[in-house]
């Protein structure tokens, strides 16, 4: 969470001038504004994207975000984006989380790829680079050759080289998937709210990704296995997904090269995830 709050001239902007923000904990580093909340954006046209596509999105039992645009129609304003307020926190619900993400992923399959999904990381990376080469270190034939190549890989920490080596043990168990990509949410883990009153589940923003819909639910599975305290059935539970293991694989290899790349990353990452790694490996 940002602790520097909505500049004035951006409230104002968004017609919040005379109410005060409050920082909240669920919102990426959101600030309520009455009934609005007011995010920082870290890239502007992933946050136009989004905006535009929650503004019409309709799924079954899912209580969506929607865009609020400011006084002259824009989404996004001085880094800032606006979004009605949600009630709700993120609850351990592993497998609804999971369900959640095949409703969601029905209606999104419909949905064309932005352009931005197909552009390589560029240097100096920001946050939005790093997903984007560890997303394409999952799938591409050798793990993070496009960086080597380029010169790109950052040095690493004694647990980023240990996920390394772990992505290219791993690499060598994949197999072809004929399962068709698609824009997907990426980031569902903790991210979801779930509130009383019987609310349906809300979702906030929508993290783009085109890969196939069963990775996104991998990616799921893989960070509550290592982070969220699931049992080990939920690999199982899963298992009728179209080519399971290899969506895991792919998932674990992924959140393997973000704790590489990532500048934030904390060893006290790594045990979860390697322990998952080693978990998805017997399924294989």
């Given amino acids: 969470m940002t602790a520097v709050e909505p500049p004035e001239h951006v409230r104002a902007t968004f017609g919040l001038r005379e109410v005060a923000p409050v920082p909240l904990g669920n919102w990426d580093g959101g600030w309520r504004c009455g009934d609005v909340v007011l995010s920082p954006v870290t890239d502007h046209a992933r946050a136009a994207w989004s905006a535009k596509v929650r503004e019409t999105l309709r799924v079954d039992g899912l209580r969506l975000a929607r865009p609020v645009r400011a006084t002259d129609g824009r989404y996004v304003v001085s880094g800032w984006r606006g979004d009605t307020y949600l009630d709700g926190v993120p609850e351990p619900r592993h497998d609804e989380v999971v ?85 997907v949410h990426g980031d569902l883990f903790g991210t979801v709210l779930f509130a009383g009153g019987g609310l349906a589940p809300g979702l906030t923003d929508i993290t783009p990704y085109w890969r196939p819909a069963p990775w996104a639910a991998a990616v799921i599975v893989v960070d509550a296995l290592s982070w969220g305290g699931a049992d080990d059935g939920l690999l199982e539970r899963w298992g009728s997904l179209p080519e399971w293991p290899q969506m895991l694989v792919r998932a674990v290899m992924f959140r393997l090269a973000v704790h590489a790349l990532h500048p934030r990353s904390t060893p006290e990452a790594f045990p979860g995830l390697g322990r998952t790694a080693d978990r998805i490996r017997l399924l294989l």
């Fill in 99 to 183: 369900s959640l993400s095949l409703r969601l992923h029905k209606v999104t399959q419909q949905l064309e790829r932005p352009r931005f999904l197909a552009q390589a990381p560029v240097a100096p990376w920001v946050d939005v680079d790093v997903f984007a080469a560890a997303d394409r270190a999952a799938w591409e034939a050798v793990p993070l050759r496009s960086l080597k190549v380029g010169g790109m890989l950052p040095a690493t920490s004694p647990d980023g080289d240990r996920s390394l080596h772990l992505i290219t043990q791993l690499s060598t168990l994949r197999k072809p998937v004929a399962t068709p990509p698609q824009l």
